[in-house]
């Protein structure tokens, strides 16, 4: 399935785009897909060149060197997946429960990160990868989708949807870093992305939920029979 560009790339198009602008987007898309699968190291400007069928060299009219290219498209990988859950959580509707709509955005960031998106899967894939002066928009940006998962996780623990026996930051942390990690193992010729969604909703939801009380005594002894006496 071809994947959408992020729309930090997308939102410079307009009504009549110049054919610069165009050639800059067809740059991008095909970096955020070569670092998507190949990785920070193994993105080479040859082969995003290939896909945005350019010569090598015209890459440099429009980005000033490799990195600012591929910082470009880390940040925009972030910025895209926080626009899209926030959009997404804005449509449910009012009074949707705190617990529904933590397993709305489990759905929401794996099928933009796996599905949706070669930026999204580019910053994720390999946020612990590019250099340290490379991050500073994109640890922004993951900051502000921080904050979006914990406003799930303040509303559902103040409605009594978390288990006691959590912490919530660590709880939201291990949650956010698994569906980030499917984007290492999942292989679509082995589970369908439907799959996946169902399974981590599930594992959420039920790793998240308080447990249920246990049945209280009666504080009645059981009955038992008792053999009839040998006349």
Do not use: C
Not at 33 to 38: P, T
Not at 167 to 184: F, R, S
Not at 204 to 215: C, E, G, K, M
Request: hydrophobic content about 35%; glycine content about 4%; charged content about 30%.
């Amino acid at each position: 399935m071809a994947r959408k560009p992020a729309k930090q790339a997308v939102d410079s198009d307009s009504s009549d785009p110049k054919k610069s602008e165009l050639t800059r987007i067809r740059i991008l898309d095909a970096t955020a897909r070569v670092l998507s699968e190949k990785g920070y190291a193994g993105t080479r400007l040859t082969d995003v060149a290939k896909y945005a069928e350019l010569q090598a060299p015209a890459i440099y009219y429009y980005f000033s060197s490799r990195e600012d290219l591929i910082e470009e498209v880390m940040f925009a990988g972030i910025s895209d997946m926080r626009q899209h859950l926030r959009a997404e959580l804005d449509r449910l509707p009012d009074g949707t429960p705190p617990m529904e709509r933590i397993v709305f955005a489990v759905e929401t960031h794996l099928r933009h990160e796996l599905e949706l998106s070669d930026y999204a899967t580019a910053s994720i894939r390999n946020s612990g990868q590019i250099p340290e002066h490379l991050r500073s928009r994109q640890k922004k940006e993951a900051a502000a989708y921080d904050r979006i998962w914990r406003k799930l996780f303040s509303d559902a623990r103040a409605d009594g949807q978390l288990r006691d026996d959590i912490d919530d930051k660590l709880a939201q942390a291990l949650v956010v870093g698994a569906l980030n990690w499917a984007a290492e193992w999942w292989d679509p010729r082995r589970a369908s992305l439907d799959t996946i969604v169902a399974n981590a909703q599930t594992f959420v939801r039920h790793s998240l939920s308080p447990l249920p009380a246990p049945d209280e005594p009666t504080g009645r002894k059981s009955k038992r029979k008792t053999p009839a006496a040998n006349s």
